[in-house]
């Protein structure tokens, strides 16, 4: 582990990733909220999915 | 028959949650690919982990926006025109942009590691990126505008197919640029061809899991996309419910 | 089409002639951001010389973005694109014509504003072979301009937001022209460059305004079509 912080750069790593990884989530989370909010307001019929 | 009843109001269906599912799987596998089972670049050291991100990132966006392109022209093509394409076309750039912002993220990242600075002019693939950002947030920008949905739809098409067919062109001014040029010192580091084959392997596991990812999305936004198409002719019709159910008495506003 | 083209370019050029927008407002402009330029750069005689052909270009490209809200303001202002619609014309033929029109306003301004940039910013003057590819590269990527202004201008009509649209939508995409021409006109005039390396530059500028015509023919139609 010590050697991998040596050889540099981890700690960009783990930053890249949650970067990427947070991003997906922010975009997926928006997505499904604003999916259960209009989904209350439209009657069961009206979404093909259900 | 329940194909997935959802207790709660949703865009999630049993085969969205199974996909979503799948799509975390292949998240995790990645990230153990990226910083357990791989091994660290001799020259780059561990920032070539990024690589893993970054490449399926720009992948992704080519794809999202090459989706855009093609949904443009089915809806163009009288044969076959449908808003449902127009629909896709709008979900796949917006999810595109995402994708597009990753890959600027994690190529600067990755630039702030092996050359000190985030950017730098001369990185073709960096600069590409950002103009393809560019690009899509015109097109995005301007399907926001009201309008009648046919007219949206025609419009966006058309600006849909104007920026795809530049991407090529960008692509290639961007690479002769950096390579034409007169600067001599190219620091950028390419991705060593002799890549190992666990390196290959991970990015290969990346492009995977971020396609599960994007088709996850792209279903879901899809839905979302249905329901405020559905709510905006609900609303107009609503509108003139209410205009012709209004009684002879009132003042009746000129129209 | 050729027909309904030269009808087309014919009417709006006499337009322009008429009204001289293009003299009176866009020109001035044009050297108005030559001499910005000028003073950004401290008017540093040497570095100006230098950056001559990319700043020349940055010129066209904002007075490219003034053409196309000229070309289609008179249509728009009455909603009037159903006007080139409704005059049976073959959309391919209008989008030739308008795009004509516009390219030979902007090559007139190009013009121009080469004058311009010979006095203000002092560059070398070109030999026999650094004028061939300074024209072709000039008619070459303003064509292109033309087109994808033109493709857009029609897309963009009755938008209310147009003004503010435009830049967004229009500059992302011409951006390889700008590269393109910058370094071919750079190599024109022996700035860092050889003459030699002007030819694939051209190359790409041909091929992106043949992109680009060929889509504004067949994309005229569905966009001056009334769903």
Redesign the interface.
């Known amino acids: 582990m010590i050697a ?1 912080v040596i ?4 700690g ?2 783990v ?3 949650s ?3 947070g ?2 989530a922010l ?2 989370l928006r ?2 909220r ?3 909010v ?5 009657p069961d019929e ?5 | 028959m329940t194909a997935g009843t959802t207790t709660r109001p949703g865009t999630g269906t049993r085969g969205s949650r199974i996909l979503g599912v799948l799509a975390l799987a292949g998240l995790a596998w990645l990230v153990i690919f990226g910083f357990l089972l791989s091994p660290a670049d001799e020259v780059q050291g561990d920032s070539v982990r990024l690589m893993y991100v970054h490449v399926p990132s720009a992948w992704l966006a080519y794809l999202s926006f090459g989706v855009t392109a093609f949904c443009s022209l089915m809806y163009l093509w009288k044969r076959t025109r449908s808003l449902a394409w127009d629909r896709v076309a709008g979900c796949s750039a917006e999810i595109g942009l995402l994708f597009t912002g990753l890959a600027l993220v994690t190529g600067m990242t990755w630039g702030q590691v092996t050359r000190g600075h985030v950017w730098d002019w001369g990185d073709a693939r960096l600069v590409t990126t950002a103009l393809l950002f560019l690009l899509f947030v015109g097109y995005v920008a301007l399907r926001r505008l009201p309008a009648a949905p046919n007219v949206r739809a025609k419009r966006a098409a058309v600006a849909g197919i104007i920026a795809f067919l530049d991407v090529p062109l960008v692509h290639q001014s961007v690479e002769w640029f950096r390579t034409l040029h007169q600067s001599p010192t190219i620091l950028r580091k390419d991705l060593n061809p002799q890549i190992d084959g666990v390196m290959l392997f991970s990015v290969f596991v990346g492009v995977v899991a971020f396609t599960l990812v994007y088709v996850w999305l792209l279903v879901h936004r899809n839905r979302v996309a249905m329901m405020e198409a559905q709510l905006e002719a609900g609303g107009l019709e609503q509108a003139l419910a209410e205009r012709r159910g209004e009684p002879v008495g009132t003042a009746a506003v000129g129209s | 089409m050729l027909r309904a083209a030269l009808l087309v370019a014919g009417k709006d050029l006499r337009i322009e002639w008429r009204s001289k927008v293009g003299i009176v407002q866009v020109l001035p402009f044009a050297m108005a951001v030559l001499v910005l330029f000028a003073f950004a750069l401290d008017g540093n005689r040497s570095t100006l010389r230098d950056v001559t052909p990319g700043l020349a270009w940055i010129a066209m490209l904002l007075s490219l973005l003034l053409g196309v809200q000229r070309a289609f303001g008179p249509e728009t202002a009455d909603g009037a694109l159903d006007a080139l619609r409704l005059s049976g014309l073959e959309p391919s033929g209008v989008f030739l014509g308008k795009a004509a029109a516009l390219a030979a306003q902007l090559l007139a301004l190009g013009m121009l504003l080469g004058i311009g940039v010979a006095l203000f910013y002092g560059p070398d003057a070109p030999g026999v072979g650094g004028w061939v590819v300074l024209v072709t590269t000039v008619v070459v990527a303003t064509t292109g301009l033309a087109a994808v202004g033109t493709l857009y201008g029609a897309l963009s009509a009755g938008i209310r937001v147009r003004d503010t649209l435009l830049p967004i939508l229009v500059l992302p995409v011409v951006m390889p022209v700008l590269i393109a021409a910058t370094r071919a006109v750079e190599a024109s005039l022996g700035i860092g460059a050889e003459l030699t390396d002007a030819w694939p530059w051209v190359g790409l500028l041909a091929v992106f305004t043949l992109a680009y015509t060929a889509l504004g023919l067949l994309a005229f139609g569905p966009l001056l079509e009334e769903t």
Do not use: C, E, I, N
């Not at chain 1, 209009?38 to 439209?42: G, M, Y």
């Open positions: 991998a050889s540099g750069y981890v960009t790593v930053l890249g990733y970067l990427v990884l991003g997906m975009f997926a997505v499904l604003r999916g259960r209009l989904a209350r307001q439209l009206d979404k093909p999915w259900t």
